[in-house]
């Protein structure tokens, strides 16, 4: 059974704070990682991709990729309370064409 | 921006009828998927389709559900003598190639009643 794991937080963080989250994954094949933004009830969101070891920037969110230690990262600096959602590390792995994800981690911006 | 759509939002049905739940996919994709996410529960893949073929299914994707692109655009997802443990957003998703970015539509919340 392949498996991705988060912590389901809650993770508190005050605004303007960087929020730090983790993801591990049990396939080591696994070649494509994504995180997503999950508002209640709604569908998620695509924030970042990544495909190599490394870390990778966009605007205020970073992802950070170790595959020997078969793990994905995603920093959200300067957060804001619009940032308060459930994250979800997703994963894609080497043989077939689906999505694993984790369980997402809840993040609470407080102003 | 392109986006992919879901029909209806909110399904509600008895126990053993049949439902069928569409999605337009952005439209230079190639790959679609549908996935479910039960209430607190994480986001489940249930099928890939490509090339006009499901290309992976997972366990929950059995004989009781199947997929179809009747069409040009649409995309279906039909649910044969549902179950109450069928209560979930289904969620259709697309992507350009393989292995690369998945874009979900906005979900069909599905009640079994």
């Known amino acids: 059974q392949k498996e991705v794991e988060q912590n389901s937080g809650p993770l508190s963080v005050p605004e303007g704070a960087i929020a730090s989250l983790n993801c591990t994954y049990s396939?080591?094949?696994?070649?494509?990682f994504f995180w997503y933004r999950q508002y209640s009830g709604k569908s998620p969101e695509l924030i970042m991709s990544?495909?190599?070891?490394g870390d990778k920037e966009d605007g205020r969110f970073t992802a950070q990729l170790n595959k020997a230690s078969q793990y994905v990262s995603l920093l959200i600096r300067d957060s804001q309370p619009s940032d308060s959602a459930t994250y979800l590390c997703?994963?894609?792995?080497?043989?077939?064409?689906?999505?694993?994800f984790g369980g997402g981690t809840r993040v609470l911006v407080k102003p | 921006e392109p986006e992919v759509t879901q029909t209806p939002s909110h399904q509600v049905t008895q126990m053993g009828q049949e439902v069928i739940l569409r999605c337009v996919p952005i439209?230079?994709?190639?790959?679609f998927y549908w996935y479910r996410q039960i209430l607190g529960q994480k986001v489940e893949f249930l099928v890939s389709f490509y090339n006009n073929e499901i290309s992976e299914k997972s366990e929950i994707f059995d004989d009781q559900f199947s997929v179809e692109r009747p069409d040009g655009s649409n995309f279906t997802l039909k649910i044969r003598s549902t179950k109450l443990e069928d209560s979930a957003m289904y969620f259709c998703?697309?992507?350009?190639?393989?292995?690369?970015?998945?874009?979900f539509g906005s979900g069909t919340q599905l009640s079994v009643l």
């Open positions: 396939d080591r094949g696994s070649q494509s």
């Open positions: 439209s230079n994709h190639l790959y």
């Open positions: 990544i495909y190599s070891n």
């Open positions: 997703a994963v894609n792995a080497a043989a077939g064409n689906k999505l694993t």
């Open positions: 998703a697309s992507s350009r190639q393989l292995n690369e970015k998945l874009f």
